[in-house]
């Protein structure tokens, strides 16, 4: 029985990096302040951005604004995204059927969980209550999971090992049993 309480708050650490004055030439120092975002509408994000997510490699970061994206077809689970959105403090665009957010911040936090062979979920969230957890895993499933109707049997897709280890300890401190199963790579023609 996990046994935890909630936390309020999450905190996207502060930052200090490099701009450069109007012509480019001119280096100086600038500092961004730690972030407060309430702990479910960061787990929320968090668990549809693991999914769903992605930022841009260190290059095009540079020349594109520090891209942090959320792809999503389905229009349903679209407008659910962007009401969490909404909710936090960075400013987002669309692009076809990707939500992107432009902030060096909360790239640069999110940039250390990987790519998708090397995603994965910090201890510190791992160790948050029950009720938090179920929020994460929910808004996993949303992204890359899927329900089954009849059974209520969740089916819970990876290509990180690490990030199906992860989900294996929440869905047991969940109360619930999972199972890892591996699937060979498919050769794919369009």
């Known amino acids: 029985e996990w046994d935890k309480e909630d936390i309020e708050w999450f905190i996207l650490p502060s930052i200090e990096f490099t701009k450069y004055g109007r012509q480019g030439r001119t280096p100086y120092q600038t500092f961004r302040d730690q ?30 604004g520090y891209r942090v994206g959320i792809s999503q077809v389905d229009s349903k689970k679209r407008s659910e995204i962007k009401e969490v959105l909404d909710e936090l403090p960075f400013n987002y665009r669309t692009e076809d059927t990707n939500f992107i957010i432009c902030n060096k911040q909360l790239w640069k936090y999110l940039r250390q969980f990987g790519n998708k062979y090397q995603k994965h979920i910090p201890l510190e969230i791992k160790s948050l209550s029950k009720r938090q957890l179920s929020i994460l895993f929910n808004w996993l499933v949303k992204g890359d999971g899927h329900v089954r109707k009849k059974t209520g049997q969740i089916n819970y897709w990876t290509a990180s090992k690490k990030l199906a280890d992860d989900i294996q300890e929440i869905i047991l401190k969940l109360g619930c049993l999972g199972t890892i199963s591996i699937q060979k790579g498919k050769i794919s023609k369009i």
């Open 35 to 64: 972030i407060k975002i309430k702990m479910d509408t960061w787990l929320k994000f968090f668990g549809i951005w693991v999914a769903e997510g992605y930022t841009d490699n260190e290059k095009i970061a540079k020349r594109h």
